[in-house]
């Protein structure tokens, strides 16, 4: 088991985390559950600052060249998205396309 890095230096891949609106000061219109947590700023990028350490505030330049400010949250964040449990009745339709392809290219 390796420590997890703690220290960023200029140039590492980073995320930062910054509050755009604070609760309760949202739109009057949005559900009173989501009026009560803040608006999150989530990005990714490079450090600008020649090092840092997590929790300390830097400014980043992300992959299309904007460049953020915000706390630093991860140094070498993971993704950790994931589109959801496979669904069974579209397990093998790249399977049947092709069966449905071959047999209109045998036919002529």
Known sequence: MTA????????????IMDVILP?????????????KVPYV???????????????????????????????LVAINPPYQHTFGRPVPELLHVGEEAWRIIEEAERRG
């Open 4 to 15: 997890e890095i703690q220290i960023a230096k200029q140039g590492d891949y980073v995320q």
């Open 41 to 71: 700023l989530r990005q990714k990028g490079f450090l600008l600052n020649e090092q840092a350490r997590v929790g300390e505030r830097v400014r980043i330049r992300t992959v299309i060249g904007r460049e953020v400010e915000g706390e």
């Open 23 to 35: 609760a309760g000061g949202r739109a009057p219109s949005v559900p009173s559950e989501t009026a």
